[in-house]
Nanobody, 125 residues
Framework: QVQPVESGGGLVQTGGSLRLSCTAS????????VAWFRQAPGKEREFVAA???????DYTDSMKARITISRDNTENTVTLQMMRLEPEDTAVYYC???????????????????WGQGTQVTVSS
């Protein structure tokens, strides 16, 4: 069973950058689609970005000009690089692992079975 673990959250000023990492010890992690979701206080959880085993990627329209998702299978890590952060980006960011050998890039949370605990991102104005 894959157990994603997030890191890299923190406090940043408006316009700053953060790099979030998601790792898993399971050697099959590279087979999984991996996504980032976020949930702001009082709001529903929303899709941010995802990458499948073939390195196909998908991004939410609201952030795609400012974020990049990538994976390093030698390190069992998926990274979300975020730039030009805004106060509206403040949220808990979750990493999730979904199906294996996906031909598409799922963006619905019900497609992801294994979730990390989340990492807080706070952007100050």
């Amino acid at each position: 069973q894959v157990q994603p673990v997030e890191s890299g959250g923190g406090l940043v000023q408006t316009g700053g950058s953060l790099r979030l990492s998601c790792t898993a010890s399971d050697r099959t992690f590279s087979r999984y689609s991996v996504a980032w979701f976020r949930q702001a206080p009082g709001k529903e959880r929303e899709f941010v970005a995802a990458i499948n085993w073939k390195l196909d990627k998908d991004y939410t329209d609201s952030m795609k000009a400012r974020i990049t998702i990538s994976r390093d299978n030698t390190e069992n890590t998926v990274t979300l690089q975020m730039m030009r952060l805004e106060p509206e980006d403040t949220a808990v960011y979750y990493c999730a692992a979904g199906g294996t050998w996906d031909l598409s890039v799922p963006r619905n949370d019900y497609d992801y079975n294994y979730w990390g605990q989340g990492t807080q991102v706070t952007v100050s104005s």
